[in-house]
């Protein structure tokens, strides 16, 4: 079981990404933060005009295609080491993107995934996105009542933290509903594949406490990180 696979899944402001740090630092494996990877993809200069098709949905407000978002993973799991596993942040966030992962495991020598799902409320969800900060440069987020957040200034690059014009209250609520529908079908798709599914749900802010909750829902179903 060395060549793990754990798919995260979660609704904006469930902390997925606070989660996949904790897994990566205890267990080795590779955190693959998906909406990161896609954002930072045109950092360097790539061939054709991927680039632009990228930027214009953004703009767009259009989610990126399966195709496009399969070859940025694709592209990225072939320049990492995945021998202790891979932790997919955000991914898939489509059935048919679901209907990829199979194969791209394959490719890479990867386990049939086990899903961790982290659950939030729609309350939880707004409270704690309308109130983080982001860092301008490398998108690293922060909660009140840590340095960086009451200084404004990103304690891992040294850049100003904003807030977000997509995390006003509104599109949050927007995006969760979406996210809701989204993941009704990925949980029937995952149901119908036999993946094993590990559900929790956030609430009480603690990013620890979910951690170790988490873990103990995994060693429940024999996976110790
Ligand atoms: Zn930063």
């Not at 767009?60 to 072939?78: C, E």
């Not at 049939?112 to 860092?135: F, G, M, S, W, Y």
Request: glycine share 8%; charged share 25%.
């Amino acid at each position: 079981m060395m060549n793990r696979t754990l798919l995260l899944m979660g609704p904006p402001g469930a902390g997925k990404g606070e989660q996949a740090k904790r897994i990566a630092s205890v267990s080795g494996m590779t955190h693959v933060a998906m909406g990161s990877l896609i954002r930072h993809y045109c950092d360097i200069p790539r061939e054709g005009n991927i680039c632009e098709v990228i930027e214009q949905n953004y703009k767009a407000g259009i989610p990126q295609s399966d195709v496009l978002v399969f070859k940025i993973l694709r592209d990225y799991l072939g320049t990492i080491d995945t021998s202790k596993g891979v932790i997919f942040d955000a991914f898939p966030l489509s059935v048919g993107e679901a209907e990829t992962v199979p194969a791209i495991l394959d490719e890479f020598g990867l386990d049939q995934p086990i899903v961790i799902h982290i659950d939030c409320d729609e309350e939880t969800a707004v409270r704690r996105i309308t109130l983080r900060k982001i860092c301008s440069h490398c998108g690293r987020t922060f909660t009140p009542g840590t340095v960086p957040y009451e200084n404004n200034v990103c304690d891992a690059c040294g850049n100003a933290l904003i807030q977000r014009e997509d995390d006003r209250e509104e599109i949050v609520r927007a995006r969760y509903k979406e996210y809701e529908q989204r993941i009704r079908s990925l949980l029937e798709y995952y149901g119908r594949k036999k993946y094993p599914v590990v559900t929790y749900v956030t609430g009480k802010d603690s990013p620890e406490t979910d951690f170790q909750i988490l873990k103990e829902k995994l060693h429940d179903i024999g996976i110790v990180l």
